[in-house]
């Protein structure tokens, strides 16, 4: 079962920290993040790069579905 984070509503910075969280505990594996604006997508995905992170993005109507894997 994949790890989520479900960060659906929140504003900026929200879900960035959530995510940096999931990557603090898990260290290295695989985890999709659910978010709902553009901004929060770019954000954590910056994130994820800057900390080595591979990221894939999927758009599913009003929301984006990102995997991060290390």
């Keep these: 079962m994949i790890n989520k984070v479900d960060a ?3 504003s900026c910075p929200q879900p960035v920290v959530l995510t940096r969280n999931k990557m603090k505990e898990l260290g290295r594996g695989t985890f ?3 978010v709902d604006t553009g901004t929060s997508r770019d954000n954590i995905s910056r994130l994820a ?3 080595g992170w591979k990221i894939e993005c999927k758009e599913e109507g009003d ?3 990102l995997t991060l894997k290390k």
């Design 63 to 65: 929301e984006f579905i």
């Design 49 to 51: 790069e800057h900390e």
């Design 8 to 10: 659906r509503g929140l």
């Design 32 to 34: 999709e993040v659910i």
